[in-house]
Antibody, heavy 119, light 110 residues
Framework: EVQLVESGGGLVQPGGSLRLSCAAS????????MHWVRQAPGKGLIWVSR????????IYADSVKGRFTISRDNAKNTLYLQMNSLRDEDTAVYYC????????????WGQGTMVTVSS | QSALTQPASVSGSPGQSITIPCVGT?????????VSWYQQYPGTVPKLMIY???KRPSGVSDRFSGSKSGNTASLTISGLQAEDEADYYC??????????FGGGTKLTVL
């Protein structure tokens, strides 16, 4: 079964850091671009970042550029998101999302992990 | 404010057809054949419904179709059913090498 399982969310104070992980299984992880997408409570989807399949080539939304770092370990089939200098507005469910190959879109979504930034 | 513009809500009666527009610009929707649509029920994970403007993934009902004209993409749902009541989001790749989402449309089946 194709699966993405996020972990690492929680409550953090403004200015703090958190590292999210996403364990992939059931498919050739190293062949796919991977993304993080977030959704604040009661709000819409916001694309956060993408990393291409060979562990290089990253890009970020302006709102997180310079604060967040996406990375991957293809040997461990794991995607990461290092989040520093967190702000109240970063509070959201963070989804790990697979970039499709046959379907050039966000074709597989994890269940999400909640990040709450609050003092 | 989202980069792509969708109506906040649309509604229709069972059996009818509805269309949800997604308005972008020549830097995103109008530049690539990479508009996709996602269905999300409350408290659940988004599901891919349409990709590359008009293509439907295996397992998605043929009542769902995508189209595009210029900078506006559209999702049409025909033969509306109660189970179609959900939030729908469009997304597009953009020339800045980023991805964008619309603000989402809440579909109510009357």
């Amino acid at each position: 079964e194709v699966q993405l399982v996020e972990s690492g969310g929680g409550l953090v104070q403004p200015g703090g850091s958190l590292r999210l992980s996403c364990a992939a299984s059931g498919f050739a992880f190293s062949r796919h671009w991977m993304h993080w997408v977030r959704q604040a409570p009661g709000k819409g989807l916001i694309w956060v970042s993408r990393i291409i399949n060979d562990e290089t080539g990253t890009i970020y939304a302006d709102s997180v550029k310079g604060r967040f770092t996406i990375s991957r370990d293809n040997a461990k089939n794991t995607l990461y998101l290092q989040m520093n200098s967190l702000r109240d507005e970063d509070t959201a469910v963070y989804y790990c999302v697979r970039g499709g190959i046959v379907a050039n879109a966000f074709d597989i979504w994890g269940q999400g992990t909640m990040v709450t930034v609050s003092s | 404010q989202s980069a792509l513009t969708q109506p906040a809500s649309v509604s229709g009666s069972p059996g009818q057809s509805i269309t949800i527009p997604c308005v972008g610009t020549s830097s995103d929707v109008g530049s690539f054949n990479l508009v996709s649509w996602y269905q999300q029920y409350p408290g659940t994970v988004p599901k891919l419904m349409i990709y590359e403007d008009t293509k439907r993934p295996s397992g998605v009902s043929d009542r769902f179709s995508g189209s595009k004209s210029g900078n506006t993409a559209s999702l049409t749902i025909s033969g509306l059913q109660a189970e179609d009541e959900a939030d729908y989001y469009c997304s597009s790749y953009a020339t800045r090498r980023v991805w964008e989402f619309g603000g989402g449309t809440k579909l109510t089946v009357l």
